[in-house]
């Protein structure tokens, strides 16, 4: 009976992750095993501003393991950035009743855990988006998935450059994180691999390209995040195309992938981490722990102090780089 009347808010902030449905529904079911009630609030930090939420029951969760999306649905809020929207989340947190929150979501919805946290409200953040960008974690749920549709997408365009002799360029996302192109680009054999976290010219994938047409190659894969497009004035993956075009005459095309990558069902990987990842979080919130991050290190569920998570700087996966370039040749 000692937890009767002990509540938890659950919400998903930031880009929407295949596998957010999975966390969602694992910290729903954890929760109410432990007699606590929960409440799902909608639309991230702005459902908790305008107190939209819904009392979350066993069948609320219920064929929702298997759907990617968020039924919590997310938003970016930027008034709860500030000092002042911080603590309009608090009074909320105060008149809804509710003791502990997990907030799953990347970084930027953490810096609002622990600013949550910091005015006693005991928030634990669960890593979720397809950039597998979070430093404290060697994973974050929604990346297999989306990194397994981009496989799919890049097989089919390696069809048709195969058919045609040509170039294709693919334009994936991962914001100022490479993640996607690296492990993308070695799983579909990308000639050359574009992430903002290695520098690189246009001469040398030239240059490259030019050798394996020496040996026989024909038609080409070349994998651009998304972070370097949008970073260091290369121009757009269309212009990358026609240089490349313009320089090695392979007839090249571009493809910039998109919003595809955000959808579809959740892989088996994810919707265990996010399983155990719940049920972590909500033993932590059952004991009034709060301002933690639960994350995935060296194949263990622990969870770390937010602040210590968010300056971990991350680490780029150079031998997985070298590896992709030393045998696609
Ligand atoms: P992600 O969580 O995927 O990194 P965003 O960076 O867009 O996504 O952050 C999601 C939301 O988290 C923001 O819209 C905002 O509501 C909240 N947030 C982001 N940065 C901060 C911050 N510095 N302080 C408080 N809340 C923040
Ligand atoms: O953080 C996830 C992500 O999909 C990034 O890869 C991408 O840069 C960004 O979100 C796109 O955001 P939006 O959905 O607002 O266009």
């Known amino acids: ?61 219920s064929d929702t393991l298997q759907r990617g999306g968020t039924v919590l649905y997310t938003a970016r809020c930027p008034e709860f950035c500030d000092d002042a929207g911080v603590e309009k ?68 365009l390696r069809d048709t450059s195969q058919s045609h002799d040509r170039c294709s360029l693919v334009e994936v996302m991962g914001r100022h994180c490479g993640d996607i192109a690296l492990y993308a680009g070695i799983a579909c054999g990308a000639v050359a691999i574009l992430v903002p976290e290695v520098p690189f010219t246009i001469d040398a994938i030239v ?11 024909k038609h080409f894969i070349i994998v651009v995040a998304e972070g370097v497009t949008n970073s260091n004035g290369i121009g757009s993956v269309h212009d990358i195309a026609r240089e490349i075009q313009a320089r090695t005459g392979v007839e090249s095309r571009a493809t910039v992938l998109g919003h595809v ?35 995935s290190r060296e194949n263990q569920i622990v969870d770390l102090d937010i602040l210590e998570a968010l300056n971990m700087k991350r680490i780029f996966n150079q031998h997985l780089y070298d590896v992709a370039d030393a045998i696609s040749i």
């Open 1 to 61: 009976m000692a937890n009767a009347q002990k509540a938890i808010g659950v919400l998903t902030s930031g880009g929407d992750a295949p596998g957010m449905n999975a966390v969602v529904r694992s910290v729903v079911r954890s929760a109410l095993n432990r007699n606590m009630r929960v409440l799902g609030i909608k639309r991230g930090y702005s459902g908790l501003l305008h107190k939209d939420v819904m009392e979350m029951n066993l069948r609320s969760v």
């Open 89 to 156: 989340g608090r009074q909320a947190c105060t008149e809804l009743g509710i003791d502990g929150l997990v907030v799953i979501g990347g970084d930027g919805s953490f810096r609002g855990a622990r600013d949550l946290s910091l005015k006693g409200i005991p928030c634990i953040g669960i890593p979720a988006t397809i950039d597998n960008d979070i430093a404290s974690s060697n994973y974050t749920i929604g990346f297999d998935t989306a990194l397994n549709t981009v496989m799919e997408m890049v097989d089919k």
């Open 261 to 295: 990558q955000r959808g579809g069902v959740p892989t088996a990987r994810e919707r265990v981490l996010a399983s155990e990842m719940g049920y972590h979080a909500v033993e932590l919130l059952e004991k009034g722990i709060g301002n933690r991050v639960v994350v």
């Open 207 to 217: 240059e490259k390209m030019n050798r394996t047409l020496g040996t026989g190659k």
